[in-house]
């Protein structure tokens, strides 16, 4: 629930995990703001590899995805609703500011994947080499999400299928 985390100036390098989030997982209405930080090399074997946003709220500000990667979706984020049973599932909110994303892979979305009525806005950022194996080089928004995305480039982002630099589906 109500639970929120600031972290600046930071670094994360190398981390991992079996589930989703290979850096952080947010879930359950908890609010994490990143701001002048990287997460480099991070990964998981769900979703997310470097943050997984599941019910919850995440800002990233003038941060770096460097390397990260999913075998799922969201390379570097992921961001998907909370189902509880039987209460209304939690919807997410992801916002990206200045940040870049390089050289993230996933299945889709290599760099950011928003699902399950996810919102996300996106303004003057950066997505270079980034790579999916299957549908959004970039970014692939599905299942009712909701994102905007302004003043940002896309560079050099493939897919495997569909989307190189996004796919929405």
């Known amino acids: 629930g109500d639970v929120e985390m600031t972290i600046e100036h930071s670094r994360f390098s190398d981390c ?13 209405g908890a609010t994490v703001s990143m701001v002048a930080s990287t997460v480099q090399r991070s990964s998981s074997q769900g ?26 979706a969201g390379g570097a984020v992921w961001g998907s609703e909370f189902v509880q049973f039987p209460s209304d599932s939690l919807k997410s909110t992801v916002q990206v500011v200045a940040c870049e994303f390089a050289n993230n892979s996933a299945v889709s979305g290599a760099a950011v994947a928003l699902t399950s009525s996810s919102v996300g806005d996106v ?11 299957d549908s959004g ?9 909701s994102v905007t995305i302004e003043t ?18």
């Open 137 to 145: 080089g970039a970014m692939h928004a599905s299942i009712q999400a």
């Open 123 to 133: 303004h003057d950022s950066s997505f270079t080499g980034n790579a999916a194996s």
């Open 16 to 28: 991992r995990s079996v589930q989703h989030g290979g850096t952080m997982c947010v879930y359950n």
């Open 47 to 72: 979703s997310g590899g470097a943050a997984a946003v599941a019910g919850a709220h995440a800002t990233f500000t003038s941060s770096s995805f460097l390397e990260c990667s999913a075998a799922q």
């Open 152 to 169: 940002s480039n896309f560079t050099a982002n493939a897919a495997d299928d569909s989307g190189g630099a996004m796919a929405v589906t």
